[in-house]
């Protein structure tokens, strides 16, 4: 089993649709939680980033990290088509660790 | 104010030659990484350069695979020998100190056939 798990998609929503992108992860010491958008060509950006157990909110986006299921999530709202890229998980274990460990991303699709 | 610059973007060679892949970071950033991403995998760490300390090179594949840092700035991956299955996007990252938010330049697409 990988240490971080992310369905690869691909993944096809109309314009306006809710979007939800999950994560499961086994190792327990993970802290902090990261979202990365990926468009083509080009490299991740980070879009959202949470510390432990709890939600985040940023516009049409949540964050959302459940410590306790190693499940995170990432909503997206009333989405757009230029939101249509991959997406990528990745996790950091405490504060002395620089090391992210991704998922292999979920690729996004919304039609207009 | 530019972003993480890496030349070339695109780099075709052939099996059992070497290459070297560039990567600017952001100025004043000291802490810099490289990833590889192969097709329909994650991003997989392969080596970080912390100011004028030891790099951690605990990703590095293979002994194919060296990188250097020059001036605490600009780094250079070089692969040697290489296979097919090096055949991926090389990412490089930097960031302001090693525990804060990673940038991303665009990547070098290394075909080997």
């Known amino acids: 089993q990988k240490e971080v798990e992310q369905d690869p998609g691909p993944l096809s929503v109309p314009e306006g649709a809710i979007v939800s992108l999950n994560c499961t992860y086994s190792n327990s010491a993970f802290q902090y939680f990261m979202w990365y958008r990926q468009y083509s060509r080009k490299g991740p950006e980070l879009l959202m980033y949470t510390y432990s157990s709890g939600n985040k909110e940023d516009g049409r986006f949540t964050a959302q990290v459940d410590k306790s299921s190693k499940y995170i999530s990432l909503f997206i709202r009333d989405s757009q088509p230029s939101d249509s890229a991959t997406y990528l998980c990745?996790?950091?274990?405490?504060?002395?660790?620089?090391?992210?460990?991704f998922g292999k991303g979920t690729k996004l699709s919304v039609i207009p | 104010g530019a972003g993480v610059s890496q030349s070339p973007s695109n780099k075709v060679t052939e099996k059992g030659k070497d290459v070297e892949l560039r990567c600017d970071p952001i100025?004043?950033?000291?802490?810099l990484y490289w990833y590889r991403q192969s097709l329909g995998q994650g991003l997989e760490f392969l080596i970080y350069?912390?100011?004028?300390?030891?790099?951690?090179k605990s990703g590095l594949p293979s002994d194919r695979f060296s990188a250097e840092r020059t001036g605490g700035s600009v780094s250079t991956l070089t692969i040697q020998r290489t296979q097919q299955e090096d055949s991926a996007v090389y990412l490089c990252?930097?960031?302001?100190?090693?525990?804060?938010?990673?940038?991303f330049g665009p990547g070098t697409r290394l075909t080997v056939l």
């Open positions: 990745a996790m950091r274990t405490g504060a002395g660790s620089y090391q992210l460990t």
């Open positions: 350069f912390q100011g004028n300390s030891a790099p951690d």
């Open positions: 990252a930097s960031s302001l100190a090693r525990y804060n938010e990673q940038f």
């Open positions: 100025s004043g950033h000291t802490a």
